[in-house]
């Protein structure tokens, strides 16, 4: 969507076609877990980023709901779209492939009722029509991620019982080493979470309505389950259309987004992007570079020569008050690239020590050891804190060292801050770390 | 005191006197606001960072209160210590000058009781002493930077009547352009404190007491009168030490802290540092660089070799729950030093427009036509908004375009902050203004 409304923007005479195969082209895929909630009140529209009359009458899209594009011919520049049981070939001068992903979904779900993996609106919208109808009496997430502690805090917001499995001893384990991982732990079982970690769900038990989530031997107990496992990309039609494909399986393109095929694009969650840390393809299926992919192919396609800057996979949620957030990586995955990286983990307050209301926080940074370049930051702590980590993400991004971070110019005042910022104290520890 | 601890840590055999004038060696001057408001509950020894007893049991420090240092002689390497009456000579091997700067006081205040400038810790107390006693009907505030704001809302918690006087047309001049300063003028007027802006204090009256303060023609009563009108070096004994001076009357040092005389240093407010902007000189009194001064300081007297990394003077304040935060140079300043700056102000939500607690807020970035090298950013906005200028200080300091800042890899989630961050806006309307 964001790149067809660039391209009406560019080129208003122009012909575009959005062909979504779900009800909505264009929601916020991060807010159904605190809509579930009812933290975001209202219907679904309060997730609709933009809706099909806009898209249509103020941005002049031809927007096609319950449209799925089934076949391209790449020689020809046709594609095939199917709706209500009629199949409709229309011609391209260019074609956007912006399938993103899908759920992971590891074994059969054998089609019981009360099991969900939350990626469409059309999934979230399921979920809760089906809760009111029948509220659950124990909900079971798969998965310690993001959508797995966001829909886990949903659970304990709507006085729900709930297990969590996650298959590495800490949560968040993507984003956050173990030091921090376990004070997650600690917060979510404090919140009347049952823990199942370093444990993975090999099933669902039940018949017609899940009944169980399978771990090994023992069946937990569910009448409600969520899969939160990540995502795979979707690049069956890139296939179809004769793209070359990544070692990942994903649609192969340049930093412009173009594939293998002429006048065939791609991006979003359907391909990897370069990471800025790592310089390799990496696979960062946040909304942020979705959204950024899409205005650089809509430039593209009119003429422009834009390319994707990186990615750093800043990443940030909470669990309640305790907030979460991170950039570029963590020591574990810095080790496993095999970068020689050191860390260290600090505690302050988010405010002088003396001022109410002062929160706890713990702040983590990973760095090359040597040239003592930033890899990484971590932060975890109390209300207010998380967002912190932009100043991390503004330093990685601009390759910056140990040494600059530590002398960085942070802003004090007792309201707001320690006079020596927790950024710099950890960017000190880390650099004790490494000549240690 | 940050000097005398870190040579003390390196060198316990080290005797290190600390001669200080007033009671208190270590104490935070950004919070005696928020203490005389009484949101910062208990005695003033709330604001003490290091005590007395800590300075001389745990740090070994012989820290000398109400001693003043009164002459050098830097040929015989003796410094005269005045306490009670009594004078004494004492050698030294280093001299530190960290004597700060005095309030700047532009008219006679001719000994009334009443007014006040807010330095240190013992003006605070005298004030919050003399208000227990006899509390104010109504107060003026001279000055409209961080301290004559945060005395002002100090005032409006205290329920004290109060009218704030300021040279410009908008408050925070140093720190905010006019279109972002406006807005504090009318929070700080919607709190119910008069405002008389673009106009100069030009003295106070009464007998014994201060009954009012004079701008041109206008007596504006008040019982209690604050001065906030910034600080000026005391490079007194530098001066007498026979150190060179720079042209703003203030000891010049190297980015060591050394003087033009041998083993005799100087730090803090009482000398100027470089801005990282501008790479010249400027005097930037603010606790971080204080506190890193004497850190480097401390390090070079035990034979280290460090140098002051140069600073933006990265600011922050609140006024209620409006916030307000910059980082290097305003467009106004940034012009006047010359410099061909663009800039742009953006209005944002702090979180996903759906989400329920979203603050309003504007971000302004100035950068320098042509390069698009960043040379500031401003925020103001609701609750816990301002310390995202962290991410825009850590961006200065690498030197970023505003190239860079539209492609930072901010964090994004529905509760912390709508996929596009604020500053990416800004940089993209930025870049756009200078293209026009």
């Known amino acids: 969507m964001t790149a067809a409304s660039v391209i009406k923007r560019r080129k208003p005479d122009w012909h575009v076609v959005v062909a979504e195969a779900g009800s909505v082209a264009s929601f916020s895929a991060c807010g159904m877990p605190y809509w579930v909630a009812n933290v975001v009140e209202g219907g679904p529209e309060a997730l ?11 941005r002049g899209i031809d927007l096609r709901v319950h449209t799925r594009a089934t076949s391209v011919d790449a020689a020809a520049r046709r594609v095939t779209l199917h709706s209500q049981g009629r199949d409709e070939s229309i011609n391209y001068d260019h074609l ?17 009722n009360g099991v ?40 304990v917001e709507l006085g729900v019982p709930c297990s969590l499995i996650h298959s590495r001893p800490t949560l968040l384990s993507s984003i956050l080493d173990e030091d921090l991982g376990r004070l ?19 099933g669902v038990e039940g018949t017609d309505h899940v009944s169980g989530v399978r771990v090994g031997k023992r069946v937990i107990e569910a009448d409600v389950a969520v899969l939160g496992l990540g995502v795979q990309p979707d690049a069956s039609l890139g296939k179809e259309a004769g793209c070359e494909l990544d070692p990942g399986g994903r649609v192969l393109v340049d930093d412009g987004f173009r594939t293998s095929v002429a006048r065939v694009w791609a991006c979003g969650d359907a391909v990897a992007v370069k990471h800025r840390v790592t310089g390799k393809p990496a696979f960062v299926p946040l909304a942020l570079h979705a959204n950024r992919a899409g205005r650089i192919v809509g430039e593209n396609i009119v003429g422009g020569s834009e390319s994707f800057p990186g990615a750093l996979g800043t990443t940030i949620t909470r669990f309640g008050e305790l907030e979460v957030a991170a950039t570029g990586l963590t020591q574990a995955a810095a ?42 930051a971590q932060i975890v702590g ?30 004090y005042a007792p309201p707001f801050n320690p006079v020596w910022d927790p950024w710099a104290i950890a960017a000190r520890m880390t650099a004790r770390a490494a000549r240690s």
Chains 1, 2 share one sequence.
């Open 335 to 376: 080790q496993r690239a095999g970068m020689d990286a050191v860390a260290a983990t600090i505690k302050s307050g988010s405010k002088a020590i003396y001022f109410p209301g002062t929160q706890k926080l713990r702040a983590r940074i990973v760095a090359e050891r040597g040239s003592g370049r930033l890899l990484g």
């Open 116 to 155: 969900y993996a939350l990626r469409h609106l059309d999934d979230a919208v399921r979920l809760k029509q089906d809760m009111n109808r029948s509220p659950p009496t124990k909900a079971v997430v798969v998965g310690g991620g993001f959508v797995g502690l966001e829909m886990a805090e949903a659970f």
């Open 382 to 411: 109390g209300k207010d804190t998380a967002k912190r980590i932009d100043a991390m993400a503004a330093a990685l991004w601009m390759g910056a060292t140990l040494k600059d971070v530590e002398a960085m110019d942070f802003a």
């Open 48 to 58: 609709v980023v933009v809706s099909a009359e806009d898209a249509r009458n103020v």
């Open 184 to 202: 997650v732990n600690e917060r979510v079982a404090a919140a009347g979470v049952e823990l199942v970690v370093g444990a993975r769900a090999d």
């Open 96 to 112: 956007v492939l912006a399938t993103g992903a899908q759920a992971r979904v590891p074994f059969d779900t054998r089609g019981l």
